[in-house]
């Protein structure tokens, strides 16, 4: 799977909108870009995933650029509850790739009030 | 609660006992998976389960540690002779489809004195 770069850590006023980049330029064209996040003391929850058009689900929305080398998270209007770990994952979607997800150190996203 | 849940939450062992951990898949997920997660690192692939089968093991999982989802529902993992470097968040998830959406379980801490 395509290795995946994000900063190590993000401020964002509550009410403003969080925008999570992602850097994946070695990745294949039968890879997939998920977005899961992890709140302190709980397990990952997923968020969203995309191929090469742009997602939105009640939670975020994803933007792939045309080049599909990276992306970006976005979170419309930040609350203090988002304060997480966000993880970006490139994997393809089939068993030959194995079953594992590689998340990486993600981004530590800190909505301040 | 129909999610994925884990017991013990919290275990404290002393080096050497051996510690075995429960995981409860969301009931239609044929899909298990095992991480393990350190302090300050993203969750690590352990093994992964369709059904009853095993099919594919991190080379993270030593031969101290096993794994088994005897009838395709609940899932256990055992480590033996536990060491130090075992402390960490072992996360159960579970799914239905191959396509990464993965729902995690809030995890099952152990510490190794």
């Known amino acids: 799977d395509a290795k995946t770069t994000q900063p190590t850590s993000m401020d964002c006023a509550e009410g403003r909108a969080a925008n999570l980049p992602c850097n994946h330029s070695?990745?294949?064209?039968?890879?997939?870009v998920y977005w899961y996040r992890q709140i302190h003391s709980q397990g990952p929850q997923y968020i969203i995933h995309?191929?090469?058009n742009n997602e939105t689900n009640e939670m975020a929305s994803l933007i792939i650029t045309e080049d599909r080398k990276s992306s970006t998270l976005i979170l419309p209007h930040a609350t203090l509850r988002d304060t997480a770990v966000y993880y970006c994952i490139v994997r393809a979607l089939n068993s030959n790739s194995g079953y594992a997800l590689n998340f990486g150190k993600g981004t530590s996203l800190l909505v301040t009030p | 609660d129909t999610g994925v849940s884990q017991d013990p939450r919290h275990k404290i062992t002393k080096r050497g006992q051996n510690v075995t951990f429960r995981c409860d898949p969301i009931s239609e997920h044929n899909r298990l998976y095992w991480y393990r997660q350190t302090l300050g690192q993203g969750p690590e692939f352990l093994t992964y389960?369709?059904?009853?089968?095993?099919?594919?093991k991190s080379r993270l999982l030593s031969d101290r540690f096993s794994a088994e989802r005897p009838k395709g529902s609940f899932s256990t993992l055992e480590i033996q002779r536990t060491e130090q470097g075992d402390s960490a968040m072992y996360l159960c998830a579970s799914s239905i489809r191959l396509t990464g959406e993965l729902f995690f379980g809030e995890g099952s801490r152990l510490t190794v004195l």
């Open positions: 995309g191929l090469k």
């Open positions: 070695t990745i294949s064209g039968n890879e997939y």
């Open positions: 389960f369709q059904n009853e089968a095993q099919l594919e």
